[in-house]
Structure formats: C-alpha cells, structure tokens
C-alpha cells in the first residue's frame, strides 16, 4: 500500500486536514467518536502553524541575505573608490600600503607580448570605390584583437591589367594604420576596374610587429 503522506508539506497538510473532516463528519459510519479525532486536529492546526513559521523565517532568511549582498557590494563598491584614490597618489609609504591590506605598488609597467599570430583579412564588400574588409582574429573569429595588440598595419598594391600581383608584403607598400579591425580602403577614380591587393599586421603597444597575413585581392569597382 502506497504512502498516502508523503509529499510537500504543504500537500501532506491537505491530506491530514482532509482526514480529520471527513472523519469527524462521518463519525457513526466509521465506528468512531470525537475523542478518536480530535488528536489529529489538535496536531493538524500545530503542523499548520509551524509550516506558516517556517516558510515566514525562509522569507526573511532570503530578505536578509539579499540585504546582505546588496550592502557588501555597496561597501566593496566604496572600497574600490578609496583604493583608487590612494594608488593615485605616488607618496603613499609601501609600509602604509601593507597596513592598509594594499599589494605593493607596482612601478614597472610590463610589456606587452609580441603578435604570434596574423590577422585575417576577409573582404567584406567592394563596391563605390571602396573595399570594406574585416581584420579576424585566429584566435577568436572576431574582429577583436588579441590582448597587447594596439594597431593593424595595412600593406597595399594597386594592380592593374596584365600586371603581376605581388608575391610578397616587401613587394606591397604600408598604406595604413589602423585601430579597428573593420577597415575601409577608398580609391580614386583612376584606379577603378583594377585590383587592390592588401596584407595585414598585427603591431603592440611598444611597436613590436607580428607576422603579416596572406595577401587578398580586392577588385575596385565602381
């Protein structure tokens, strides 16, 4: 025979009250008198009231450590603001610092990793002149580019009919310098219906370059 009192207590309540009623209503069919239920009511109004007791303390258990939570981010939140004045100021003692739970002051500034890896250019669109391509990252397949790097170096050739496109970036000439990794290249109206061959470079902040990309072609259209 299945347990007919199990459940949530909430459920298992429902179950207890139902029991006693029904019992009490029905009390000659069942061979029984009041002294046989009424222990069960008495319980079934304690039980009630300790699941009411108990889901109000859940609440403001929850209430509370939801305060909680909101007043240690406001206190680490004026922390972060007092810590950013104090390091703003090259005077402070490195013993006050430690006193203060503060690191040491880092006063030398690392440098930046040299581009292990080239961009990737995609040609995006060609079209009013304009070759719109993208800079991807390997590493990532965005246009975000990867930590340290500062600028893209653009390397172009301008090819016309029956010329050679170039075999190689020392062959290109540096046409720009970017910093985003969408990038528009617009032409003149002497170069429409030839080809513009472009590499990419990734360079860091201290001016260290990376390995140029594959050379694309692009065709400059009206």
Known sequence: MPDIFAGSDANVLNILENLANVAADNLPELDLVAADVTPLATKNTTLGNSIIEHLTAQNTAKGARE?????????????????????????VPALLRQQLGLPPKDTTRSKPAVPSVAPAPVVEKVGGAQVVLKALNPETDSIAKPEGVKTIRIYEKIVGHNEAAPSGVDQMSLADVVTAGRITRAYNSADLCKTAYLALQYVNSAGEAG????????????
Do not use: E, T, Y
């Not at 305060?67 to 005077?91: E, H, Y």
């Open 67 to 91: 305060q909680k939570d909101f007043n240690r981010g406001a206190a680490v939140s004026a922390a972060r603001a007092l810590v950013k004045k104090i390091n703003a100021n090259p005077n």
């Open 211 to 222: 390995p140029v990309s594959v050379i694309v072609p692009a065709s400059i259209a009206a």
